[in-house]
């Protein structure tokens, strides 16, 4: 006995980051991301993402401003002509190595996570949808209660329409996961090396379904948003 059922989403962080930036292109796509549609800005997020996956695999007497530089550098695009110049390229290279230093040595980030770098999914009953996200800090509250966790991104792109996207993504993705918001939602940016916070609570937790409920009323009909692209509905035995 045959049974259909709908298409199922799933929206992924990364491709709803790019939407943002760049709707008209990528509502023509039926695709996913191809080579020569990344630019610089996720290019440098690639980098300095690797390197914090690098240096929270390293033993904590290993993890020096030496053991970051080496990451960013073994991480580092070569398509210097998908920059601005030369120069844009290699300020970008310090910055990035400058910034994650200071936050990964100067105490804003945890010694022990207890999340790096992991993509994780989750279906949100709310929605009818899956959200995949990449947390690349997830650590406990050393002030707080036992169960109390702090989630943290090292970001390129920190407008308020990326901010409000990670903020309102972040908050209904764990309470479906984890079924408790974090105590605190961080932005740290790789540009500018600033801090930006965002405290979740009950009233929070419903505005952000109502923004990603209206992301997913918005989303074009593309395949990359799709768990079972290509048809209308699946076939399950």
């Not at 903020?167 to 408790?180: E, I, L, P």
């Amino acid at each position: 006995m045959m049974e259909q059922l709908p298409t199922v989403l799933r929206i992924e962080d990364y491709k709803l980051e790019e939407l943002l930036r760049c709707p008209e292109r990528f509502a023509k796509r039926k695709s996913g991301m191809r080579e020569n549609d990344v630019n610089w800005r996720q290019m440098v997020q690639f980098a300095a993402s690797h390197s914090v996956n690098d240096f929270y695999r390293l033993p904590e007497e290993a993890r020096t401003q030496a053991a970051i530089e080496a990451a960013v550098e073994r991480w580092w695009t070569n398509r210097n002509y998908k920059f601005h110049s030369d120069e844009h390229f290699l300020q970008m290279k310090q910055m990035v190595k400058a910034h994650l230093t200071a936050f990964l040595l100067g105490g804003s980030c945890p010694s022990m996570p207890i999340i790096f770098y992991e993509q994780l999914t989750a279906y949100v009953d709310e929605l009818d949808l899956e959200l995949s996200q990449i947390f690349h800090l997830v650590s406990v509250d050393i002030e707080g209660a036992a169960d109390d966790y702090i989630v943290q991104k090292l970001a390129i792109d920190t407008d308020q329409d990326s901010l409000d996207l990670l903020f309102h993504m972040t908050s209904v993705f764990c309470m479906s996961a984890f079924g408790k918001l974090p105590i605190r939602i961080e932005v740290l940016s790789l540009l500018n090396g600033k801090r930006t916070v965002f405290v979740p609570d009950e009233a929070s937790l419903e505005r952000s379904y109502d923004y990603m409920y209206l992301i997913k009323s918005l989303l074009p009909d593309v395949d990359v948003f799709k768990v079972n692209p290509g048809r209308s509905v699946q076939l399950v035995m």
